[in-house]
């Protein structure tokens, strides 16, 4: 029986690290911020009720190809907001998926805007959307200087890929760490996308 349990643990270990590398190409780190008003459910997606969402900061800045791009002139739309990096397995892996769901919700009311962050050369990021077949557009923020601007404790620099729905409002909807099924992303988006618009009957 020892010898048993001593050849398990090496599997243990490997399926561990497999576990994280397709939840992401790093640890979210400590719990939630209470004061992000998220709560988290059993599949790891965090939700905020509509009164204790926190306001997105208008992001701004340029894609990497160097087009002008800001958060609020998405005002209006339900947006989906994907943290990635050229450099990040988990990145690869879940683009194609998130790519799928654009085309699925873009017609809908809901835009896709990536923030590219810890590329050090705007190319890189060009021949992922290119490899990937990424259409929606992409905030160039190699420094995560985009992402610090961000209601402490709703987002964390370190948790790449990580991707968040932002109401109509401009506020903080929904979040998840780590790469997800064209699936998760859509639950996500449909509550959301049902609320009613500001001013609607």
Same mark, same amino acid.
């Given at each position: 029986m020892p010898?048993?349990?001593r050849s398990?643990?090496p599997l243990?270990?490997a ?6 590398l397709l ?5 979210p ?9 998220f709560v ?10 509509p009164?204790?969402?926190?306001d ?12 002008p ?5 998405y %005002?209006?739309?339900v947006?989906? &907001? !994907? /943290?990635?990096?050229?450099?990040? *397995?988990a ?6 998926g +998130?790519q ?10 809901v835009q896709f805007?990536?923030i ?7 190319a890189n990021a060009?021949?992922?959307e290119?490899n ?6 992409s905030?160039?923020d190699?420094d995560?200087?985009?992402i610090? %601007?961000?209601?402490e404790g709703? &987002? !964390? /620099?370190?948790?790449?890929?990580? *991707?968040?729905?932002?109401d109509?409002?401009?506020? +903080?909807?929904a ?13 996500m ?13």
């Amino acid at each position: 029986m020892p010898g048993t349990a001593r050849s398990r643990a090496p599997l243990a270990a490997a399926a561990a690290t497999t576990a994280l590398l397709l939840a992401g190409c790093s640890s979210p780190g400590s719990a939630v911020d209470g004061r992000t008003g998220f709560v988290t459910g059993k599949d790891g997606v965090a939700t905020a009720a509509p009164d204790r969402r926190r306001d997105v900061p208008d992001l701004s800045g340029a894609t990497p190809e160097g087009v002008p791009v800001k958060l609020s002139d998405y %005002r209006g739309k339900v947006v989906v &907001l !994907n /943290l990635w990096g050229s450099w990040c *397995t988990a990145c690869r892996t879940e683009a194609p998926g +998130l790519q799928a769901v654009w085309e699925q919700y873009r017609d809908q009311g809901v835009q896709f805007l990536g923030i590219d962050t810890r590329d050090s050369d705007p190319a890189n990021a060009i021949a992922f959307e290119r490899n990937k077949g990424i259409t929606f557009p992409s905030l160039y923020d190699p420094d995560g200087s985009q992402i610090l %601007r961000f209601p402490e404790g709703s &987002l !964390n /620099l370190q948790a790449i890929p990580t *991707t968040v729905v932002v109401d109509r409002e401009g506020r +903080l909807a929904a979040r998840v760490f780590g790469a997800r099924e064209p699936g998760t992303v859509v639950s996500m988006i449909r509550p959301v996308l049902a609320e009613r618009a500001p001013g609607g009957s």
